[in-house]
């Protein structure tokens, strides 16, 4: 599969999970931290939190983009929100895997209506495409 990026965005990382993470072009620097129940002290921002946001907002945005493209769904509403849940553990083949719940609201849009289109976001989500077949993904209508 080939992918023509449209934009790239560059941020490094030093020290790992205790260390901290930057974002290029920008003044953001994020203190990293591990959560307590991976044996760290639960201060600073770790990787799970920030790939929540960001599965979060790009998913956001892949609802409007499919609502954008057929007028057989329905327009998302500007107080939409989604919650990611990120989980790390251990995987049975060995190594480290994720599980991610997405908790989606669409407040005055009918179930099946946001179900159609959170299926169809899954389609166009590049997050969703990334993971496919590599981390359980739930999508909850809240």
Same mark, same amino acid.
């Given at each position: ?10 941020? &490094? ?8 993470? +930057?974002?290029?072009?920008?003044? +953001?620097?994020?203190? +990293? ?22 599965? &979060? ?59 159609? +289109? ?25």
């Amino acid at each position: 599969m080939s992918v023509s990026p449209l934009y790239t965005a560059h941020g &490094s990382a030093t020290g790992g999970r205790d260390g901290k993470g +930057l974002v290029e072009g920008t003044d +953001l620097i994020l203190e +990293l931290g591990s959560p307590k129940e991976m044996g760290g002290s639960g201060q600073g921002y770790n990787p799970e939190q920030l790939f929540a946001v960001g599965y &979060s907002a790009c998913y956001i945005g892949a609802m409007k983009f499919a609502a954008s493209q057929d007028e057989n769904l329905p327009t998302v509403p500007s107080d939409v929100s989604v919650e990611a849940a990120v989980g790390i553990g251990l995987r049975d083949a060995g190594g480290f895997g994720l599980t991610v719940t997405l908790k989606v609201s669409l407040p005055g849009v009918e179930k099946a209506d946001a179900e159609r +289109l959170t299926e169809t976001a899954h389609t166009i989500c590049p997050y969703s495409n990334s993971v496919r077949g590599n981390v359980d993904v739930v999508t909850e209508i809240v």
